[in-house]
T-cell receptor, first 110, second 120 residues
Framework: DAKTTQPPSMDCAEGRAANLPCNHS???????VYWYRQIHSQGPQYIIH???NNETNEMASLIITEDRKSSTLILPHATLRDTAVYYC???????????FGTGTSLTVIP | GAVVSQHPSWVICKSGTSVKIECRSL??????MFWYRQFPKQSLMLMAT?????????EQGVEKDKFLINHASLTLSTLTVTSAHPEDSSFYIC????????????????FGPGTRLTVL
């Protein structure tokens, strides 16, 4: 079962940073936080993942709180192409299945 | 990056017929593949986990005789929707787990582009 809670929708102005929160208060010590996004009628696309340290790649930054009960995905300069549903998933890396929650529908506004 | 393909990308069929959807990992080996179903405006729902050379493991509430899964090779898994009915109309998505996930590539599960099934 999904172990994450995300706001259903958010808007962001083009060129501004988009900050997408995720609560995962029941996360255990060996579970990672993964972020994927799904553009309409396409398969999910990997964005970033982390365990406890903050992570950054060419797409985004992931900020994980010290208690690991929540995290924030940051898209530093949102573009119209970033309009998508963003999913936060907690995953036991030695396990297998991804269980998707309801995600956040991000709309980037011109 | 790793690529997963699905075929067909869309299919329309008559009620009562069977439809086969293929999922292929194009440039990596996948000992495990996963099948999801997504209804409009809803999230992805995991249907089953497919392991190469063994029987698939189905999630609770998913009929194994209705959704036949075969994972005959390290690069191919198929989902057959048997005796399809209009309520089976959905977006079916597969994902493949890279067997070499310790390689440090970062992400070890890659999703296909999806197959839209419409049953008339």
């Amino acid at each position: 079962d999904a172990k994450t809670t995300q706001p259903p929708s958010m808007d962001c102005a083009e060129g501004r940073a988009a900050n997408l929160p995720c609560n995962h208060s029941t996360i255990s010590g060996n579970e990672y936080v993964y972020w994927y996004r799904q553009i309409h009628s396409q398969g999910p696309q990997y964005i970033i993942h982390g365990l406890k340290n903050n992570e950054t790649n060419e797409m985004a930054s992931l900020i994980i709180t010290e208690d690991r009960k929540s995290s924030t995905l940051i898209l530093p300069h949102a573009t119209l192409r970033d309009t998508a549903v963003y999913y936060c998933i907690v995953f036991y890396r030695m396990g297998n299945q991804f269980y998707f929650g309801t995600g956040t529908s991000l709309t980037v506004i011109p | 990056g790793a690529v997963v393909s699905q075929h067909p990308s869309w299919v329309i069929c008559k009620s009562g017929t069977s439809v086969k959807i293929e999922c292929r990992s194009l440039d990596f080996q996948a000992t495990t593949m996963f099948w999801y179903r997504q209804f409009p405006k809803q999230s992805l729902m995991l249907m089953a986990t497919s392991n190469e050379g063994s029987k698939a493991t189905y999630e609770q509430g998913v009929e194994k005789d209705k959704f036949l899964i075969n994972h005959a090779s390290l690069t191919l898994s198929t989902l057959t929707v048997t005796s399809a009915h209009p309520e089976d109309s959905s977006f079916y998505i597969c994902s493949a787990r890279d067997a070499t996930w310790t390689s440090g590539r970062g992400n070890e599960q890659f999703f296909g582009p999806g197959t839209r099934l419409t049953v008339l």
